[in-house]
């Protein structure tokens, strides 16, 4: 069965560079998720879409931006990084309207260094 | 703020032996309970979920418990095999969040052969 894909799987860049993350949710899935997981923690909720709309908005720095395209796929810009940025970043989908919003796929992740 | 955590960081079991994973949640208005198994590398995968209106919920191996008297969520796996060792949290979903997943501390289970 077709999972959610994220690209690149590994990326390293430098302070004050930007980054753009890709999320390609399970076809049919509307609504997209971005989790941010430091070393050690846990996830932690940036920002997520239904049919291309944001629909809720966590811990996001305001040097992240993101959206949903026709598609249904995701990008997360990130300009400015800082070293704190380092982290995997998962993205999520799901099929909205469903109680509790049904069940949240994860990718596996990108794992972004910044040096 | 809100959060949910988990009592114990590591776990470690032998192989046959039952698992209890504990998790405490603070917001009372939480209606959905969601454990997910995180291996190295790999992101969250979904285990088993329980709604608010229940107190326990069983699948295969696995069995969430929910004590909302004392907002407690645990996670026991009956038979731990060694392709249990992972990182395992529990999760809320607030109401009326369009679901996005509020995620506790994780607790390492490793399981010794």
């Known amino acids: 069965a077709a999972g959610v894909i994220q690209s690149p799987r590994h990326l390293i860049k430098e302070k004050r560079e930007t980054a753009t993350l890709k999320c390609y949710p399970i076809p049919r899935h509307d609504t997209v998720y971005w989790y941010q997981q430091g070393p050690g923690q846990d996830p932690q909720f940036l920002i997520s879409?239904?049919?291309?709309?944001?629909?809720d908005k966590g811990s996001i720095p305001d040097r992240f931006s993101a959206q949903q395209f026709s598609d249904y796929h995701s990008e997360l810009n990130m300009s400015s990084l800082e070293l704190g940025d380092s982290a995997l970043y998962f993205c999520?989908?799901?099929?909205?309207?469903?109680?509790?919003?049904?069940?949240?796929?994860f990718g596996p992740g990108t794992r972004l260094t910044v040096l | 703020g809100e959060s949910v955590g988990l009592h114990l960081p590591t776990l470690s079991v032998q192989e046959g032996d039952n698992s209890i994973i504990n998790c405490a949640y603070s917001n009372s208005a939480s209606d959905y309970f969601i454990w997910y198994k995180q291996e190295s590398g790999k992101g969250p995968q979904f285990i088993i979920d329980?709604?608010?209106?229940?107190d326990k919920r069983q699948g295969q191996r696995v069995t969430v418990l929910l004590n909302k008297t004392v907002k407690h969520l645990s996670l026991q796996i009956a038979a731990t095999q060694p392709g249990d060792s992972a990182v395992y949290f529990c999760a809320e979903i607030s109401g009326g969040s369009n679901y996005k997943l509020t995620f506790g501390k994780g607790t390492l289970l490793t399981v010794n052969p």
């Open positions: 999520a989908s799901s099929l909205g309207g469903e109680l509790a919003g049904g069940e949240q796929f």
């Open positions: 329980i709604r608010s209106n229940m």
């Open positions: 879409f239904y049919e291309k709309m944001q629909s």
